[in-house]
């Protein structure tokens, strides 16, 4: 039905700036979407997520001002902005799909998750 694969891990140094692009198969424009993250040996946490027409975001607190979450609905693509990156951002990072269009923190109120991406922050 719907298949999620995110893009845009990889290596950068603190302070730096990293995008990442969750695209979505099919038609997904009506749900809402999510990004979670997960470091080593921890809990998956959530990160982000925004409404099906993006009109609403929701962030994990401590990650207000240094993270974004936009999507492109024609391009079927949820995009997380990281700015000011700290190693504690260093974490596989998830994209999530909700059908039924909540934008919820909870990460078993998602129906869809991609495989991740490795996000690595060095100092």
């Known amino acids: 039905q719907v298949q999620l694969v995110e893009s845009g891990g990889g290596l950068v140094q603190a302070g730096g700036s990293l995008s990442l692009s969750c695209a979505a198969s099919g038609r997904s424009s009506s749900y809402s979407m999510g990004w979670f993250r997960q470091a080593p040996g921890k809990e998956r946490e959530f990160v982000a997520a925004i409404s099906w027409n993006g009109a609403r975001t929701v962030y994990k607190e401590s990650l207000k001002g240094r993270f974004t979450i936009s999507r492109d609905n024609a391009k079927n693509t949820v995009y997380l902005q990281m700015n000011s990156l700290k190693p504690e951002d260093t974490a596989v990072y998830y994209c999530?799909?909700?059908?039924?269009?909540?934008?919820?923190?909870?990460?078993?109120?998602?129906?869809?998750w991609g495989q991740g991406t490795q996000v690595t922050v060095s100092s």
């Open positions: 999530a799909a909700d059908q039924a269009g909540r934008i919820s923190p909870r990460t078993y109120g998602y129906d869809y």
